[in-house]
């Protein structure tokens, strides 16, 4: 069993890529690689003119070991997924991934949970049906710890 979370896309093991980089031409080819433990055999080529504002853009990707900072446990930030986040998606090229992918998808959850509740409570002319719905999230946010109860600091746990 790997010990890497599990990606839906691209599992948890290293993907192995077929180019035969050295350890130095890894290291040489983005700043960020002589401080992060990658895993080698796994770097595949990168397109620096699909880049989004690089000075030192990347020459290549490569799958790299990571520690989640929410959950701690261990992830790979695929190089596939690095491909995909700055030449399609044309993130900045200095942003790193810091969480894995439950903890990504569970605080995308959370935002969208977020966004509904405050476009339910600032409609004014909400139906029945809407604030049945508005009490519901406001149970599961609370759940969350995402709000707080003011006056009682137990109040969470009551739900």
């Not at 992830?75 to 991934?97: G, M, N, P, S, T």
């Not at 049906?129 to 009682?152: A, C, S």
Request: with cysteine.
């Amino acid at each position: 069993m790997s010990p890497y979370v599990n990606h839906p896309r691209y599992g948890c093991k290293p993907i192995r890529s077929g180019y035969q980089y050295s350890v130095t031409e890894i290291k040489n080819s983005y700043w960020r690689y002589k401080h992060v433990k990658f895993l080698v055999g796994t770097a595949i080529p990168a397109n620096t003119e699909k880049q989004n504002y690089g000075v030192y853009p990347r020459e290549k990707y490569i799958d790299i070991e990571e520690l989640c900072e929410v959950c701690n446990r261990p992830f790979i930030f695929f190089a596939l997924e690095q491909k995909y986040w700055f030449e399609v998606l044309r993130f900045y090229i200095d942003a790193h991934c810091t969480k894995c992918i439950d903890c990504r998808k569970n605080e995308q959850k959370i935002k969208r949970l977020q966004k509904s509740y405050c476009d339910l409570v600032t409609n004014k002319n909400r139906t029945s049906k809407q604030n049945e719905t508005l009490k519901k999230l406001f149970v599961e946010l609370t759940r969350l710890g995402i709000i707080k109860h003011k006056n009682n600091p137990s109040f969470r746990d009551k739900l």
